[in-house]
């Protein structure tokens, strides 16, 4: 199925593969996640464990639903990994020493462990990618601080 990382268009393929094969035994998305989760809630497909993106409203529905049956893995390429790229570029531009590796884990949560307010936000939207703080990195941006900028107060 290809949902081109759209909530709506990965509802839309994944209701239709529902459709046509009637049982998945686990699924794994690449953006889209919630989208994903919504068409089988609306096919009243039994839980599966699935795998995906960070996005805020893909954990939502993982903590939600987590006692009815549905075991979620969630990891993703946090925004967050900009800022750490251009803290390195200005290290590099100053003339200081840099090392010859670097690797910062991909954020990863998995069932039992959402936690509202830490890893998930129920009262913020759907469509953003939760994890943006690397504290050895020195990039500590809550979620909660970039969903609640406008264009005024940037």
Request: charged share 20%; glycine share 10%.
């Amino acid at each position: 199925m290809v949902g081109n990382w759209d909530d709506g268009t990965a509802q839309k393929v994944t209701a239709d593969a529902i459709a046509v094969h009637k049982k998945f035994d686990g699924v794994t998305v690449q953006g889209g996640s919630t989208g994903t989760v919504r068409a089988m809630i609306d096919a009243s497909h039994p839980f599966v464990p699935v795998a995906g993106e960070a996005e805020n409203g893909f954990r939502k529905l993982c903590a939600e639903n987590s006692e009815k049956g549905l075991l979620c893995s969630s990891a993703g390429q946090s925004p967050g990994l900009v800022a750490i790229a251009m803290k390195t570029a200005i290290t590099a531009l100053k003339g200081e020493t840099l090392p010859q590796y670097v690797s910062v884990p991909i954020p990863l949560t998995e069932h039992p462990n959402f936690k509202a307010g830490e890893n998930y936000y129920p009262d913020l939207g759907d469509n953003f990618f939760t994890p943006n703080e690397f504290a050895p990195c020195g990039v500590n941006i809550k979620a909660t601080e970039i969903m609640g900028k406008s264009e005024a107060d940037q």
